[in-house]
């Protein structure tokens, strides 16, 4: 039995230490968010964190995710605090065509925004870079992500004046 942490949840599984998380993810924990699409890790589609850090989750063993911390697009949201920034922006812009690659463009951004609040066009060009979207949505995406970027920046600047 293998346990894992997903979106703050301690999960026990029993499966192969090899299965990609993908799998475990949508077969066994039930959250189906997080897509196939390449089974490579070429497409981005099924982008998760891992501690933090987007990996694609097709290619990725559930050995490797032991004792970390799991965040799927379903963690990424909470009843309390609504939807993510990044999602709210992606309804704001109309990013997604079709969708299906929108979970792993909204996990990148995620990542990137968390590590850089204020990315200027190479930055996110660097980000986003492997997740690609059949539909090309990328000017879309990219305006999405500094829609996002000001809302979590005003949200800290807010902060900061509360706190002094």
């Not at 800290?156 to 004046?161: I, L, S, V």
Request: glycine share 10%; aromatic share 4%; with cysteine.
């Amino acid at each position: 039995m293998t346990t894992l942490n997903i979106n703050g949840e301690n999960h026990d599984v029993d499966v192969d230490p090899a299965t990609p998380l993908l799998w475990v993810i949508r077969e066994q924990i039930g959250l189906t968010g997080t897509k196939f699409g390449c089974g490579i890790a070429q497409c981005g589609a099924c982008t998760i964190h891992l501690d933090g850090s987007p990996i694609r989750s097709c290619v990725t063993p559930v050995s490797a995710a032991v004792g970390m911390e799991i965040r799927t697009i379903e963690g990424i949201s909470s009843a309390e605090a609504g939807l993510h920034p990044v999602q709210q922006a992606w309804i704001d812009e109309q990013v997604p065509q079709c969708g299906y690659c929108q979970s792993g463009q909204v996990m990148s951004a995620v990542a990137l925004l968390e590590s850089n609040p204020a990315p200027n066009d190479s930055d996110i060009d660097a980000a986003m870079s492997g997740n690609i979207c059949r539909c090309g949505t990328y000017s879309r995406i990219r305006k999405g992500i500094k829609r996002a970027s000001k809302v979590i920046n005003a949200a800290a600047a807010d902060r900061e004046a509360i706190n002094g």
